[in-house]
């Protein structure tokens, strides 16, 4: 089936019910739907959207095109929560079709202002000669969680910049709201502008936000700053960045750089080096927000732009991560996952040994969605690891090499492969005597947590539900090590 502009900027209206309901039953049958993440109900997911907390409930909205796993007609879709578990569907919470968002509603963001839950984001509009004119757009929620759009505060593309101009991400600093915006300048280079306002309604252009990189990449998509503690942290998504040994891997990054905080009225900011958030396969374009208790928390898309993927067959594409909450040690972020997932624990079973030189499984430690926590220290062994959801040729595999001091995450025979051409292996340096995993696997996707959060690696897997094995290993010597894993009530 070709997507044609056509098809792909249909409205939901213009779509028969059978259309729907034979979507929605491919998609029902596909053997890869997650079972404890976010995911469309049909189509396309990507960037998540919104991300707050308001009248005592979080809200993340995320990109959706419904009708099919393609880039189309871009809705906000919303889901609710009141503790980052069980997420509830609220429905389309923005739609496209206005003269500032006909082609569209894409990335943004929220706050919660006298009582209402301000969203902002970019309206995609296009022309006859498909030229793009973007569109900064301000929708309101109130406490009943209806949404209407207002005007937009942001209609003209500032001198200087091409129109990939993007996805505002908006915070509160004493008295004044500000906004910081993806932009490409005219020459094609990557870069952040800075936006100000005393109401959410009427902003100023505050200029381009000016860090100490050198030209990197050709566009920089879903800015995000915030504070922790004394340091200014700016979180974003370059595209066109070149592989740099084991870093820089997938087809597009996401990273932060931390610093002092931003000098708002002149737009400086001044910080360390680019750090990638993860190291694995699939994440991209993460959104952070404070909730009431003083957290700074990240959601990410697990996917990534212009990569097929084995869902495609199946009419729906992507999920999101982990809500992973933020602290900042040393210069470096650290990710671990909320609190509040341990309440998906059930059935938990433990085990402790050593392995020489062999691979080893264990009664009870199998599955296709589960937490597994492993700790392994007092080592000798040249390598040493966990290959999971193994099967007749399937395997993933985490592995420590302690010649190079890296950690290998290796979806080679993972099960159906894709996005080959970006290899199939990701490392990271990590020097420790101890390495401590904490795994998330669900029915095609693993997120690992390592060392406290000091990395994480994030992949879709798909391989087939007989492939439900665990295997702890070390090679060329001995480790000893202790785990636990849990099965995971699930809340689909």
């Known amino acids: 089936m070709e997507w044609t502009r056509e098809r792909r900027y249909r409205r939901l209206e213009e779509v028969s019910q059978e259309e729907l309901f034979e979507l929605e039953r491919r998609v029902n049958h596909s053997l890869w739907r997650q079972t404890f993440h976010i ?99 301000l929708a309101v929620m109130n406490r009943e969680g209806e949404i209407s759009k207002l005007p937009p505060v942001i209609s003209e593309v500032p001198e200087g910049y091409t129109d990939h101009f993007r996805d505002p991400k908006i915070w509160k600093k004493d008295d004044q709201f500000f906004m910081v915006i993806g932009a490409q300048r005219s020459n094609e280079t990557g870069c952040i502008v800075l936006y100000q306002s005393n109401d959410l309604l009427s902003w100023s252009f505050k200029g381009e936000m000016k860090t100490e990189l050198p030209p990197f990449g050709y566009m920089w998509e879903c800015p995000d700053y915030f504070e922790l503690g004394d340091r200014g942290i700016l979180v974003f998504s370059p595209q066109g960045i070149a592989p740099d040994g084991d870093l820089y891997q997938n087809i597009y990054q996401s990273g932060y750089l931390i610093g002092n905080p931003l000098d708002v009225e002149n737009g400086l900011f001044s910080h360390g080096k680019f750090q990638e958030l993860d190291r694995g396969f699939d994440f991209y374009a993460p959104q952070t927000m404070e909730d009431q208790k003083g957290r700074r928390i990240l959601v990410g898309w697990v996917g990534l732009p212009e990569i ?16 992973r909450e933020l602290t900042e040690k040393n210069g470096k972020l650290l990710q671990n996952p909320v609190k509040e997932l341990q309440e998906l624990r059930k059935n938990e079973k433990g085990i402790e040994d050593i392995l020489q030189d062999e691979g080893e499984s264990y ?96 992949s879709r897997i798909f391989p087939s539900q007989e492939s439900q094995g665990i295997r702890f290993f070390a090679t060329g010597g001995k480790v000893s090590f202790q785990a636990k894993k849990w099965e995971l009530q699930t809340n689909q």
């Not at 993927?309 to 729906?316: F, H, L, R, S």
């Open 39 to 137: 995911q469309p109900k049909t189509g396309l997911l990507n960037d998540p959207n919104g991300f707050s907390y308001f009248n005592g409930e979080y809200h993340l909205f995320y990109q959706w095109f419904p009708l099919g796993p393609v880039h189309g007609l871009k809705y906000w879709y919303h889901v609710k929560s009141k503790d980052l578990v069980n997420w509830e569907d609220a429905g389309i919470g923005i739609k496209p079709g206005d003269y500032f968002d006909s082609h569209g509603a894409y990335s943004g963001s929220a706050i919660e202002h006298e009582g209402k839950l301000y969203l902002l984001y970019t309206g995609n509009t296009r022309d006859n000669d498909w030229g793009r004119n973007p569109y900064q757009c």
């Open 308 to 323: 097929d993927y084995p869902t495609d067959a199946d009419g729906w594409a992507h999920c999101l991560s982990l809500p």
């Open 363 to 458: 009664v009870g430690f199998t599955g296709t969605t589960y937490e597994l926590t492993t700790e392994f220290q007092n080592h000798d062994a040249k390598t040493f690891g966990i290959e999971f959801r193994t099967g007749k040729n399937e395997k993933t595999i985490i592995t420590y090499d302690t010649i190079e001091k890296k950690l290998v995450l290796d979806r080679t025979h993972s099960g159906i492969s894709f996005a080959t051409s970006y290899g199939t292996v990701r490392k990271c340096a990590l020097d420790s005597k101890k390495i401590k995993l904490q795994m998330f696997v669900d029915v095609s996707s693993v997120e690992i947590f390592v060392n406290d959060g000091e990395e994480v690696f994030t």
